[in-house]
């Protein structure tokens, strides 16, 4: 299947996509490592930044899913989806002053940062973590890129191409758009698929916690047209 816009009527669903696929990612493990105990706010603040993501006011993102055949049921279902940060449409119409709209720090606002699933300390360095390099590594090539954020399959839809089928989308989004790249922060997870794709590594990185022995391993990777 081809991927279509994710709609707020998706927000169920996607949840679904991404409480079930993360959990296979070590990044998630990372940062939530009390999900089973509060599974409550588990889904609650999940669904909560997915729900930003979809909002069509929040247009500096841009959500793209996938439907396939459920066979238990005979029928399709959201099994993929992706995230990108658009934003480089509103930057070019309001000029260099344009601030960013910040799905995660309206979760934070909204209850997230005393959320019980989550180890906090963790939870920051990560995103913080991934802004800083992405301020190294990106912003300085300028507005006319595009980001992805989130990548999700189903475990029992994985390796059909859906997650393929998104990033190509996106691929060709940059080449019609005129686009200078797509980046993305690869876990261990992704770094096969995109690599495969035609992503070149431009830095490894870790998240740490000052003091700890416990790290993520992380690709700066980017996508540029002519590049593979």
Same mark, same amino acid.
């Given at each position: ?8 009527? #998706? ?6 996509? !991404? ?24 889904? /609650?603040?999940?669904?909560? $930044? ?9 247009? #500096? ?13 005979? +029928?399709? /279902? ?13 930057? +070019? ?5 344009? /601030? ?48 992805? +954020? !989130? ?41 096969? $698929? ?12 870790? !998240?740490?916690?000052?003091?700890? #022995?416990? /790290? ?5 990777? !980017? ?6």
């Amino acid at each position: 299947m081809k991927p279509r816009l994710g709609l707020p009527s #998706d927000l169920d669903a996607v949840t679904d996509v !991404i409480l079930s696929a993360m959990v296979l990612d070590p990044q998630w493990d990372y940062r939530f490592p009390w999900r089973l105990e509060y599974p409550d706010d588990h889904r /609650k603040y999940t669904r909560m $930044l997915i729900e930003y993501f979809l909002r069509p006011d929040y247009d #500096d993102w841009l959500v793209m899913v996938v439907e396939d055949l459920d066979e238990d049921d005979g +029928q399709y /279902k959201v099994v993929a989806f992706g995230v990108w940060d658009v934003s480089f449409a509103n930057k +070019q119409k309001y000029g260099p002053g344009y /601030k960013t709209q910040d799905p995660v720090t309206r979760v934070e606002e909204n209850g997230g940062s005393t959320r019980r699933d989550a180890n906090h300390e963790h939870f920051n360095a990560f995103w913080k973590g991934q802004m800083r390099e992405y301020k190294k590594l990106f912003a300085p090539i300028g507005p006319e890129q595009i980001h992805l +954020q !989130i990548l999700a399959t189903l475990p029992d839809f994985q390796r059909r191409g859906h997650g393929s089928s998104l990033c190509k989308w996106a691929m060709e989004l940059v080449r019609r758009q005129s686009l200078k790249d797509m980046s993305v922060m690869a876990s261990p997870m992704g770094y096969e $698929l995109y690599t495969w794709l035609g992503f070149q590594r431009v830095e490894e990185f870790y !998240i740490q916690v000052p003091g700890e #022995d416990e /790290k993520l391993t992380l690709q700066a990777m !980017i996508y540029r047209p002519g590049l593979s």
